[in-house]
């Protein structure tokens, strides 16, 4: 039963070379992409816009994440568990320059090509001062 639910996920997981591309609502509200590196590691990132201040700034950021397929198991479609680290810059009247370490899930219906998914960040800002805050966000995308 194991060895089959593990060559279920290895076959239905994304893989290397697989790109997303799709949208995030919440703070951050923009373009999501990402990009896989092989059945558990990847690359997202976000161009958008903040909606917390009436400023329209520019924000970007990009996280590398590790994917656990095992810890919750659906038979609609894989269910990955996902943390990372990364970093995001705003640019804005007062520049930011910060570090991410997002967790979130995702449910890719039916092995793909739709991807669900909710996250939460941990953002740690260092330039211009240093500042604490929380991103989260609602997406999904469309695997290429």
């Known amino acids: 039963m194991l060895s089959?639910?593990?060559?279920?996920?290895?076959?239905?997981?994304?893989?290397?070379?697989?790109?997303?591309?799709?949208?995030?609502?919440?703070?951050?509200?923009?373009?999501?992409?990402?990009?896989?590196?092989?059945?558990e590691t990847a690359f997202d990132g976000a161009v958008s816009?903040?909606?917390?201040?009436?400023?329209?700034?520019?924000?970007?950021?990009?996280?590398?994440?590790?994917?656990?397929?095992?810890?919750?198991?659906?038979?609609?479609?894989?269910?990955?568990?996902?943390?990372?680290?990364?970093?995001?810059?705003?640019?804005a009247t007062d520049t930011k320059l910060g570090a991410r370490v997002p967790a979130g899930i995702s449910w890719i219906i039916g092995g793909g090509p739709i991807d669900v998914f909710i996250e939460a960040a941990g953002v740690v800002d260092i330039v211009p001062d240093t500042d604490f805050e929380l991103n989260g966000g609602l997406g999904v995308r469309f695997m290429f």
């Open 4 to 39: 089959t639910m593990i060559s279920l996920i290895i076959l239905a997981s994304p893989g290397a070379g697989q790109f997303e591309l799709g949208a995030i609502l919440g703070e951050p509200t923009g373009i999501s992409g990402k990009y896989w590196f092989g059945p």
């Open 49 to 91: 816009w903040s909606l917390r201040d009436d400023d329209e700034d520019l924000y970007i950021h990009g996280d590398f994440l590790w994917h656990d397929f095992t810890l919750i198991s659906d038979e609609s479609g894989l269910l990955p568990v996902y943390f990372g680290i990364g970093g995001r810059v705003v640019l």
